[in-house]
């Protein structure tokens, strides 16, 4: 069985910093493109980060380039996303997905596993 889990995830002032992590099982994904999205209350889910199989091309939405850092390795089957400057607008809960290929898309339909997200939560 496939399996993404998301750990990392928590309570931070605004301009502190965080780190969710991505562990896969069952398979590695070390081929796939990796992406992060997340939800906030109300809101659809978008594409925060992403990245190719080889690492060699990245993506990230405009409100977090600068402050987001999308990381692998694959000795661990682990994605990481470390979040800094953080801002109460980035406040929701963060689902790692593992692409159908390996490109980074942003488009949901375009990833085949995800986990079951962690809650990040910014207070201002």
């Known amino acids: 069985q496939v399996q993404l889990v998301e750990s990392g995830g928590g309570l931070v002032q605004a301009g502190g910093s965080l780190r969710v992590s991505c562990t896969a099982s069952?398979?590695?994904?070390?081929?796939?493109?990796m992406g992060w999205f997340r939800q906030a209350p109300g809101k659809e889910r978008e594409f925060v980060a992403g990245?190719?199989?080889?690492?060699?091309?990245?993506n990230y939405v405009d409100s977090v380039k600068g402050r987001f850092t999308i990381s692998r390795d694959n000795a661990k089957n682990t994605v990481y996303l470390q979040m800094n400057s953080l801002k109460p607008e980035d406040t929701g809960v963060y689902y790692c997905a593992a692409s159908r290929s390996a490109i980074v898309t942003r488009i949901h339909s375009g990833y085949a596993y995800w986990g079951q997200g962690t809650q990040v939560t910014v207070s201002s």
């Open positions: 990245f190719s199989s080889s690492g060699g091309y990245s």
């Open positions: 069952g398979r590695t994904f070390s081929s796939s493109g």
